[in-house]
């Protein structure tokens, strides 16, 4: 596929794009079932109708809220009424989570941070997910009467099938893709609009397995919470069939399958696009500092609680919007003096963020204020301890 990164001519395809479907001018033809694939809503039509153009766009961004601030720019912006858009992209090392769910119980604090990956959440829903260079993400732009996921789970088998006859996968009930009848390769998430839609897979060729378990193997046994759980999956890599499957070997055959069936908006071929251009996607920017905020990151999450215990001790925090709202400490000694400094320390972190600095901060200086016996002391210290230890 041939490949152009021409910002007007870009410019020129998405004025066409924001076209309405009355004033695009589309031959009427019948429909045969060899021919592109031409839906009026989601059934078939055995009477003339209007052919749905399409276009690809392979991101040469690799920053997971830029393209994730992408793929709200398409979806916010773009009338997709008449024309349908594939976005190609991969990301650096990235864990990202569905919009209703709990990175504490999707993601392994401790491996993250630790490492260079970073926490994202995305705006549709679905479960956890990691990403990086070995990985490609598909998302498939539509109106909400043509948005079909199997139809796109469809395009990315055949796209493999037709380039790999030995690789053998078929799309489960859950809109996931395994291999071999086995091993999950692909994961799915959607969001659908009034007008426009958008389906965004996953696919797997060659990430790093052993930090992708790292980072999705979380005890979530002492979280109580009601937010989206993931489902485990045993995964693989294509590149372990096949040595011949990649990056650019995928996204040239789901290109060539994609424009298969429909018509290309100009030519078949993959336009690269830079999304950081604030010039031709306004408004980007803000986008992605609003992605990457704590608040969105982590003060989405939906309320939970979490328990810590060492021996009798015990500490259970309530967190809401990403900050403790309450605890609740059992197991220790009836002194009124230990008592009221719990109460002065639940006072202290009541609003403070879930996180080991924020809290951490908050412990020690209390600690080094506190003005009790060397025995109470040891038990507010160990307190703290199940607190710090609870955010890790």
Known sequence: MSRNACWPFLQNLFMKLTLSASSVK????KARADERYRFIGDKPSLHQETIVKGIVYHSLATDVYLNLSFEDWVYNNLDLSSSDILLLWRNDPSVVIGRHQNPWAECNHRTLAGSKVKLARRRSGGGAVYHDHGNLNCTFFTSRKRYKRRRNLDTIIS?????????????TCRDDIVLNKSFKISGSASKLG????YHHCTLLHS???????????????SIIHKATPSVPSVVKNLSDVNAGINHRTLVDAITEEFYKMREPLDKPQIYDIDP??????????SSREELQSWQWVYGKTPPFSIQRSNGSLSVLLHISGGAISGLVVTGVS??????????TLSARLKGVHFTKEAIGGVCSAFLEETHLSEDQKTELTKVCSLIEDAVS
């Open 334 to 343: 009836a002194d009124h003096s230990l008592v009221s400094g719990i109460q």
């Open 26 to 29: 589309l031959q009427p033809i």
């Open 276 to 285: 950081s251009d604030e010039q031709v996607w306004p408004g980007i920017h």
């Open 207 to 221: 990430c790093d397995k052993q930090l992708l378990a790292e980072l999705l193997t979380v005890d979530a046994n």
């Open 159 to 171: 796209a493999v099938r037709s380039r790999w006859p030995d690789v053998d996968l078929e799309a």
């Open 194 to 197: 009034r007008d426009v839609a």
